[in-house]
């Protein structure tokens, strides 16, 4: 009921005339003539009076999580936040973006362990962004430090490392980045064309970026065909073949019962993260800092975990630890409890022991072949989630 109520709103959006000082953007009517700085930066790449469709796409009746709250997705909203998302000028030193570290080709992750930021390296992996609407978890990063997308959006933007408008150890605070961005004309015009006004915030920021990522959305998968054609996960698609068929019985059935119990923590068909999870059993990080990292309980849609080549989008894990999604169930099938990990899921412990599913070779390439099931094409071309700029 909460997503259809959101995609209501964002169609009314796009027809009301709005005009209006709201921290929600809006679609507002608007003359092309008047935002010729749009035009000109952005060479027909955003166009002002054809802005491309973020808040209509079509969703799947059997998509049910939607946590984009009051904060629904409108085109001009979400224009803004692509703008935002990959302008390097968002960075201190002008060299970082958004989308640096979220890179449209690897499902909105990066293939390296760390990303690289103004003044060093990321402490965690970045996540892949795909589908970051589609979960009932609200909280965002690794260790859910974030209330939700809105306020994860500004985060990177004020840490030290990655963007650098920190306010702290000599950097400039966010402030001084709004200065900037008010002296650069299409940011004025954009604003006004999401807002009604030039005024430029913060947290009229966060509520374009997180359009902007929620509206990154992949439904074009193997899976979602299959899906369609089925009432539920349980049945056999009629798309899949043998081996797929095999791995969705055991990523959806708990252990004890013939299965892996994947579902019981990524649940289909969204496989989002139960909010309820806990640590996984991977403690590593990045770094060399000898401490565990037990504060990792949240984890991305397993969707678009490899690209349409097969290959993944990067390495798994918050610490990049793992390089295949052979290693991934090999990690699940064992996992030895350490004594040091006092957050590790109940339902990884087995009876106090630690989890061993013992599965055959065959039920893992099952599993494997399943997951690559979940991945689209779309989302890794598509030029509305692409970079606007000229370079």
Not at 95 to 116: E, G, K, L, R, V
Not at 162 to 174: A, L, N, R, V, Y
Not at 222 to 245: H, I, L, M, S, W
């Amino acid at each position: 009921m909460e997503r259809r109520i959101g995609e209501i709103l964002g169609m009314l959006a796009g027809v009301i005339f709005l005009v209006s000082c709201s921290d929600t953007p809006g679609e507002v009517s608007t003359q092309a003539e008047n935002f010729t700085n749009i035009e000109n930066t952005f060479e027909g790449r955003i166009q002002v009076d054809a802005l491309d469709n973020y808040a209509r796409q079509e969703i799947p009746g059997y998509i049910q999580q939607d946590n984009a709250g009051r904060n629904p997705v409108t085109d001009a909203g979400a224009t803004l936040g692509r703008v935002l998302f990959y302008d390097k000028k968002l960075s201190l030193d002008n060299s970082i973006s958004c989308a640096s570290c979220h890179q449209q080709q690897h499902a909105f992750s990066d293939t390296q362990i760390a990303s690289t930021g103004v003044n060093g390296t990321t402490g965690r992996h970045s996540m892949r962004l795909v589908n970051a609407r589609f979960s009932a978890e609200r909280r965002f990063f690794w260790d859910e430090r974030a209330g939700d997308l809105e306020a994860q959006t500004t985060q990177p933007i004020q840490d030290h490392i990655e963007m650098g408008f920190s306010g702290q150890e000599g950097d400039p605070g966010i402030d001084e980045l709004i200065n900037r961005l008010e002296g650069i004309g299409y940011y004025r015009e954009l604003f006004e064309l999401a807002y009604g006004d030039a005024g430029i915030t913060e947290e009229r920021m966060q509520t374009a970026l997180a359009q902007f990522v929620r509206s990154i959305q992949s439904f074009d998968s193997k899976y979602d065909e299959g899906r369609g054609q089925v009432n539920n996960d349980q049945q056999d698609f009629p798309n899949f073949t043998p081996g797929e068929n095999l791995g969705k019985r055991l990523f959806m059935d708990p252990p004890g019962q013939g299965g892996a119990g994947c579902a019981g923590c990524h649940r289909a068909p969204e496989f989002d993260i139960d909010p309820n999870t806990l640590n996984n059993g991977v403690v590593g990080r990045i770094t060399d800092d000898e401490a565990l990292d037990l504060e990792v309980t949240r984890s991305p849609t397993l969707r678009d975990l490899v690209g349409p080549t097969g290959s993944s989008n990067g390495p798994f894990m918050h610490d990049g630890s793992l390089a295949t999604l052979q290693e991934v169930l090999e990690h699940y099938d064992r996992i030895m409890i350490d004594p040091g990990n006092t957050n590790l899921d109940r339902r990884l412990a087995g009876r106090g022991g630690g989890q061993n599913l013992q599965l055959t070779d065959e039920e893992k390439n099952a599993i494997i072949a399943f997951l690559h099931t979940l991945s689209g094409t779309a989302v890794y071309t598509d030029e509305k989630w692409s970079n606007p700029f000229n370079n």
